[in-house]
T-cell receptor, first 114, second 112 residues
Framework: KQEVTQIPAALSVPEGENLVLNCSFTDSAIYNLQWFRQDPGKGLTSLLLIQSSQREQTSGRLNASLDKSSGRSTLYIAASQPGDSATYLCAVERYGGSQGNLIFGKGTKLSVKP | SQTIHQWPATLVQPVGSPLSLECTVEGTSNPNLYWYRQAAGRGLQLLFYSVGIGQISSEVPQNLSASRPQDRQFILSSKKLLLSDSGFYLC???????????FGPGTRLTVT
């Protein structure tokens, strides 16, 4: 059974700091991995999608890496800003699983202090 | 560009009452559609997905059902709500499983 864990559960950093969010998964047979952000009471915003054949994806100040063999992904946020404050979720889609069945972690709640 | 809508935004319903949540997508055709639930203290869980009109697959046994009467419309229903149905319901769409899933704004359901 695929399980996704995100550590830490919460993180508080001063503005301008670079930071790394971690995601681990128990079954390396994944189709892809996706990072999202969720603002309080809102839906999810897709940040990055990494296919199983890829090692990393970049978008602006965000860089996500994927190491399937070790069951890990990291989301690197450069020069953090107060507007980055949100809960960050990672999700994997398992090979052989139902189409589009993303297995989510419980998220890391990020707070960037001005 | 594509947009996804959900309504209502919030809903408070008594136990035993019926439920109908609606999701519509604009700007794309034949999308894959998904219903997720985010319960307090728990992660997001896939409830239903659909790859076409009238094609619904359920991931977990439950008190809910889904329908897709039109290409870009996805409806989540219940005949009799339970307290355990409370949660944040999110609809999502994707081109196919190789592409990102895009989520709607969600519906907060409280069953009293």
């Amino acid at each position: 059974k695929q399980e996704v864990t995100q550590i830490p559960a919460a993180l508080s950093v001063p503005e301008g700091e670079n930071l790394v969010l971690n995601c681990s998964f128990t079954d390396s047979a994944i189709y892809n991995l996706q990072w999202f952000r969720q603002d309080p009471g809102k839906g999810l915003t897709s940040l990055l999608l990494i296919q199983s054949s890829q090692r990393e994806q970049t978008s602006g100040r965000l860089n996500a890496s994927l190491d399937k063999s070790s069951g890990r992904s990291t989301l690197y946020i450069a020069a953090s800003q107060p507007g980055d404050s949100a809960t960050y979720l990672c999700a994997v889609e398992r090979y052989g699983g139902s189409q589009g069945n993303l297995i989510f972690g419980k998220g890391t709640k990020l707070s960037v202090k001005p | 560009s594509q947009t996804i809508h959900q309504w209502p935004a919030t809903l408070v319903q008594p136990v035993g009452s019926p439920l109908s949540l609606e999701c519509t997508v604009e700007g794309t055709s034949n999308p894959n559609l998904y219903w997720y639930r985010q319960a307090a203290g728990r992660g997001l869980q896939l409830l239903f997905y659909s790859v076409g009109i009238g094609q619904i697959s359920s991931e977990v046994p439950q008190n809910l059902s889904a329908s897709r009467p039109q290409d870009r419309q996805f409806i989540l229903s219940s005949k009799k709500l339970l307290l355990s149905d409370s949660g944040f319901y999110l609809c999502a769409w994707s081109v196919d499983r190789a592409h990102e899933q895009y989520f709607g704004p969600g519906t907060r359901l409280t069953v009293t």
